[in-house]
C-alpha cells in the first residue's frame, strides 16, 4: 500500500495501482479517456515528493516544466502531492463556428478558438464541453485556417458524437486542449513516398495531411487507401479523385467490405486496405534504401495498431511510422457500456 496526497487528502493505492486507477476506485471524479498515455485527458498537477518515472511519457516540454503528469501512466510513490488542473490553464474557450453533414453518419465541424491556436492536420485535440465530459478528435485541415476542422462519426450510444452529430448547434460553446500528436506532414518529407491509410473517419486527417503535402509542394509520391464500409461511407471521394487528376504524383482507391448491387464508383474495390495497400507496396528496408517512404495510419485502434506492428516487422523504422488511433473509452467514473 502506498499512501499519496490528491488535492491535500490522503490516498491510498493499492500494489500495481496507477494514480487514476487509485483516485477512481476511492471516488474521485477525474477526467480519462485512451488510459495509455496519449489523450491527456487525465492530467493532474505534481507539487510534492519525486516525480515517479513514466509519469510525464510524452508530454511537451512546456506540460512537463509546469509539472503536470498523466495519471494514467502514474505508479504513486509514498507521500507523493498531486493537484487537480485549473481548467483555465489547460483549456482555451472555443465555439462551433459552422457544422456540415458529409454523409448519413459523419458531421463535419469547425471549430474555432477564442485565440490562435497553431495546428497540423493529423494532430488531435481534446473537445470539452459544458457538462465537462471530454473527448479527443484528429484535426482535419491544414494549418493556414485558423479554424480547426474536425470529421466527427455518429457512434452507437456515443455520448459525445451523438451530442456533436444530433444536437450542438453552431455558436455552442466549448472548451479545447491541444493540439498534439506527430501524425502529421513535416517540409523535411517533401522526397519521401507517402502512404497514407486510413479507415472511416481515419480519412479525414489523412484527407488532411495529403492537402498540407501538396500545398507545400511535395515531390514524392503519394498513395492513399481509404477503407469504409460500403460505398456510402466513401465520403469525399469524388474530392479525391478530382484531387488524383490535378496532381500526378498522388494516388487514390477506395476499399470497401461490401460493394453494393448497382454499378460501383470508379476506383473503388473491395478488400481490407491494409493488405491492399501491402500488395502493392513493400515495406522492407531495402525498398526503404531505393526510396524513403512513410507510412500514415489513421482509424480505429485495432486497424492502426496490427498495421504499425505488421510495417515495423517489415522493417519500416518507428520514426518512418505515424499513426494516430481513436481510443473511445468513457471519462467518467463508472464507464458506460458503449459509446
Ligand atoms: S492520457 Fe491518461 S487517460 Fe489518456
Redesign the pocket.
Known amino acids: 500500500m502506498t499512501r499519496f496526497y490528491f488535492d491535500e487528502q490522503s490516498v491510498e493505492s493499492l500494489e500495481g495501482e496507477t494514480v487514476?486507477d487509485a483516485l477512481i476506485r476511492q471516488g474521485h471524479s477525474l477526467n480519462?479517456?485512451?488510459?495509455?498515455?496519449?489523450?491527456?485527458?487525465?492530467l493532474v498537477q505534481h507539487t510534492g515528493g519525486d516525480i515517479p518515472s513514466g509519469a510525464q511519457r510524452g508530454l511537451t516540454s512546456e506540460l512537463k516544466s509546469d509539472a503536470y503528469i498523466?495519471?494514467?501512466?502514474c505508479k504513486p510513490t509514498q507521500d507523493l502531492k498531486l493537484k487537480s488542473i485549473l481548467v483555465q490553464n489547460l483549456f482555451i474557450t472555443a465555439h462551433i463556428h459552422e457544422k456540415q453533414y458529409l454523409s448519413d453518419s459523419v458531421v463535419k465541424i469547425l471549430v474555432e478558438p477564442s485565440e490562435e491556436v497553431s495546428h497540423s492536420a493529423g494532430q488531435y485535440i481534446n473537445l470539452r464541453r459544458f457538462d465537462g465530459l471530454t473527448r479527443s478528435y484528429s484535426i482535419t485541415n491544414d494549418p493556414d485556417s485558423k479554424l480547426i476542422e474536425l470529421h466527427i462519426r455518429r457512434k452507437y450510444n456515443g455520448q459525445f458524437s451523438d451530442w456533436l452529430f444530433n444536437h450542438a448547434s453552431v455558436g455552442e460553446s466549448l472548451l479545447i486542449q491541444g493540439p498534439w500528436g506527430d501524425c502529421c506532414y513535416r517540409s523535411e518529407y517533401k522526397n519521401d513516398t507517402l502512404i497514407l491509410i486510413g479507415t472511416g473517419t481515419g480519412l479525414g486527417p489523412v484527407y488532411g495531411i495529403i492537402r498540407d503535402a501538396l500545398s507545400q509542394g511535395h515531390k514524392g509520391e503519394i498513395y492513399l487507401y481509404h477503407g469504409a464500409k460500403n460505398e456510402a461511407d466513401l465520403y469525399h471521394h469524388s474530392k479525391l479523385l478530382k484531387l488524383m487528376l490535378e496532381h500526378r504524383n498522388m494516388t487514390y482507391l477506395a476499399c470497401v467490405e461490401q460493394m453494393g448491387s448497382g454499378k460501383s464508383s470508379t476506383r473503388v474495390q473491395t478488400g481490407d486496405p491494409f493488405e491492399v495497400a501491402m500488395s502493392f507496396h513493400q515495406f522492407d528496408s531495402q525498398t526503404l534504401s531505393d526510396s524513403p517512404q512513410r507510412v500514415f495510419l489513421c482509424g480505429e485502434p485495432n486497424f492502426v495498431n496490427k498495421g504499425q506492428e505488421l510495417v515495423f516487422l517489415n522493417g519500416t523504422p518507428l520514426d518512418r511510422i505515424h499513426a494516430l488511433s481513436y481510443e473511445y473509452k468513457d471519462l467518467r467514473k463508472v464507464p458506460r457500456d458503449g459509446n
Open positions: 487514476l480519462y479517456s485512451c488510459r495509455k498515455g496519449a489523450c491527456k485527458t487525465c498523466c495519471a494514467c501512466q
